[in-house]
């Protein structure tokens, strides 16, 4: 038998910038602390209203994910396209049967991409037909890509990790609750070092929140030794950390330190 492993997941395009810098008429200095990014700038003038302290902060959160979606395709040549639809269709009727073994509701497979085109050399034609599935039981990932092969999937891929519509809004708030903490924390130390007292907050505002999948898009297969023989296949997926990351912008007001 195979042994099938997917690879270990990453998440790309995180980062924790954690690096303050102030550009003001006041003077110039900056503050390393966690999650906060961007410039601070503050004016002093004879109107209050026109003094200010702006913050760019960023703050993140990291969780298991609860859920799981996957592309899983067939794919067929023939001499001719109606060949080639008639196989499509027949093992995607197979894949399907193999999601209802699953117990996968049919609400949580999509019908993806769907092909049929001459082959490059000119000899006959070439077809693939792909779906969507999402899991809410991340831990059955490796269970579903074993028992889709074994129904004839062709290609397993663009395994990806994430959250859940309420997961999602819950740590969406989680991550700028922390944006927000950073913004707090980098006015006061400007203002500390300044010698001026923060009055209260004069505007807010969201740059982005983003959710950052753990995806892998490939496996590889491996020959099991001899003592493995005639035991089941098993894939095994190191799921990793989802990301939810929010950026913040904040103005404060400051005046004179009593």
């Given at each position: 038998?195979?042994?099938?492993?997917?690879?270990?997941?990453?998440?790309?395009?995180?980062?924790?910038?954690?690096?303050?810098?102030?550009?003001?008429?006041?003077?110039?200095?900056?503050?390393?602390g966690p999650a906060?990014?961007?410039?601070?700038?503050?004016?002093?003038?004879?109107?209050?209203?026109?003094?200010?302290?702006?913050?760019?902060?960023?703050?993140?959160?990291?969780?298991?994910?609860?859920?799981?979606?996957?592309?899983?395709?067939?794919?067929?040549?023939?001499?001719?396209?109606?060949?080639?639809?008639?196989?499509?269709?027949?093992?995607?009727?197979?894949?399907?049967?193999?999601?209802?073994?699953?117990?996968?509701?049919?609400?949580?497979?999509?019908?993806?991409?769907?092909?049929?085109?001459?082959?490059?050399?000119?000899?006959?034609?070439?077809?693939?037909?792909?779906?969507?599935?999402?899991?809410?039981?991340?831990?059955?990932?490796?269970?579903?890509?074993?028992?889709?092969?074994?129904?004839?999937?062709?290609?397993?891929?663009?395994?990806?990790?994430?959250?859940?519509?309420?997961?999602?809004?819950?740590?969406?708030?989680?991550?700028?609750?922390?944006?927000?903490?950073n913004a707090d924390?980098?006015?006061?130390?400007?203002?500390?070092?300044?010698?001026?007292?923060?009055?209260?907050?004069?505007?807010?505002?969201?740059?982005?929140?983003d959710v950052v999948?753990?995806?892998?898009?490939?496996?590889?297969?491996?020959?099991?030794?001899?003592?493995?023989?005639?035991?089941?296949?098993?894939?095994?997926?190191?799921?990793?950390?989802?990301?939810?990351?929010?950026?913040?912008?904040?103005?404060?007001?400051?005046?004179?330190?009593?």
């Open positions: 038998m195979d042994r099938r492993q997917f690879l270990a997941m990453s998440a790309a395009g995180v980062t924790a910038a954690t690096a303050g810098c102030l550009e003001t008429a006041l003077g110039s200095d900056s503050n390393d906060t990014e961007g410039s601070i700038t503050g004016s002093a003038t004879g109107d209050s209203a026109g003094r200010t302290i702006e913050v760019s902060a960023n703050g993140e959160v990291e969780t298991e994910p609860d859920e799981a979606r996957l592309r899983i395709g067939v794919e067929a040549t023939g001499e001719s396209a109606d060949e080639v639809e008639t196989e499509l269709a027949e093992r995607a009727d197979d894949l399907r049967e193999a999601f209802d073994e699953l117990e996968i509701p049919d609400d949580d497979v999509e019908s993806g991409r769907y092909t049929i085109r001459p082959e490059r050399d000119g000899n006959g034609y070439q077809g693939a037909h792909s779906f969507q599935v999402r899991l809410e039981a991340v831990d059955r990932t490796g269970e579903v890509i074993d028992a889709v092969t074994a129904a004839g999937a062709d290609d397993v891929g663009r395994v990806s990790f994430g959250l859940s519509d309420e997961k999602r809004a819950e740590l969406r708030g989680d991550a700028l609750d922390h944006a927000l903490e924390e980098e006015a006061q130390h400007i203002a500390a070092n300044r010698g001026v007292s923060i009055t209260g907050t004069k505007s807010v505002s969201t740059r982005n929140v999948p753990v995806r892998a898009d490939g496996y590889a297969v491996a020959e099991a030794d001899d003592s493995a023989a005639g035991a089941t296949p098993r894939t095994q997926i190191d799921t990793g950390y989802v990301t939810v990351s929010a950026s913040v912008e904040v103005v404060y007001g400051f005046e004179d330190a009593g």
